[in-house]
């Protein structure tokens, strides 16, 4: 069962992640996809520099990238540069509801790389993730590729996100999230410091890109990117993966509230099924009968 304080933390990232369609949309009119990805990029690094210092952890913060290198490589590639980059690149091929389908099996790839490493996994998170991927695939309608590397890229994007996850847990787990959040874009700087002058937009960009890019760096990504960090260290890496079933219904929930769009019923039924699937991955809705008897492990079953 989840605290209060990762209630609020898995409520506000789901706002951010889940608001960042309209954004891209109209950053993506200004924007070439490389300029795109290193204003992100850096964005999100200066967010994460700012609430270090902001929480007086900038120096220790340094001091632990200082100190774990190459697992900082790794967390700022997993979290920041690779999936931010494959998302740019593929979104352009694929329609928006694939696209949240495609990202949104973080949860799963979580559980499959805990099966590898041989831990055992509750039943009831195991259903809870295939019931809240089914409810995306159903609030979204589905969606339409235009070509297989770009399904491949955001699969690959998914599967970052929950590297990241099991990074932090591994690397990082007794360090606080501002060095945690620090260390997973500061490493990535070069990265969009390149891009930034690899594909330059034709023409100046005008205000409603520039702004957009500017919320979608700052808030949505940069942001994002924080309190996700401290939602992994606070609740766990499975938990945190499922901003990712949450992204789509905040999304569609917004466009009802704030653009006055009618949800339909399948929608609807979509956002039941992904709160649900959520519910019994955090062990809110528990299901005992199945949970007492089944635990899945790599190794054989003790029955």
Do not use: H, K
């Amino acid at each position: 069962m989840l605290s209060r304080s990762a209630l609020v933390l898995l409520a506000a990232v789901a706002l951010l992640r889940g608001s960042s369609y309209l954004p891209t949309q109209v950053a993506r009119e200004g924007f070439t996809p490389a300029s795109l990805i290193a204003v992100e990029i850096l964005l999100t690094v200066l967010v994460a520099w700012v609430y270090a210092a902001a929480r007086g952890q900038l120096r220790q913060a340094l001091r632990v990238i200082a100190a774990r290198p190459a697992p900082s490589l790794v967390l700022a590639a997993t979290l920041t540069a690779v999936p931010l980059t494959l998302v740019a690149l593929a979104i352009t091929d694929v329609s928006t509801g694939m696209a949240a389908i495609l990202v949104a099996p973080a949860p799963i790839f979580g559980l499959a790389f805990g099966v590898l490493a041989g831990e055992r996994l509750p039943w009831s998170a195991v259903v809870g993730a295939l019931v809240g991927f089914a409810g995306v695939v159903v609030a979204t309608g589905g969606g339409s590729a235009g070509s297989l590397v770009a399904v491949l890229a955001l699969l690959g994007a998914s599967a970052c996100y929950a590297l990241g996850a099991r990074s932090i847990r591994i690397w990082f787990a007794d360090v606080r999230p501002e060095a945690v959040a620090l260390a997973a874009s500061l490493p990535a700087l070069p990265v969009g410091v390149v891009l930034a002058f690899a594909d330059l937009p034709d023409a100046v960009p005008s205000a409603g890109p520039i702004a957009s890019l500017a919320v979608l760096g700052t808030l949505n990504i940069g942001l994002g990117l924080v309190l996700w960090c401290a939602l992994v260290r606070s609740a766990g890496a499975e938990t945190a993966l499922l901003v990712t079933y949450a992204n789509p219904p905040v999304a569609m929930l917004l466009a009802a509230l704030v653009a006055g769009e009618a949800l339909t019923l399948r929608e609807l039924l979509g956002l039941v099924v992904v709160f649900a699937g959520i519910a019994m991955t955090t062990q809110a809705l528990r299901l005992p009968a199945l949970r007492s008897r089944l635990t899945w492990t790599t190794s054989t079953s003790e029955s």
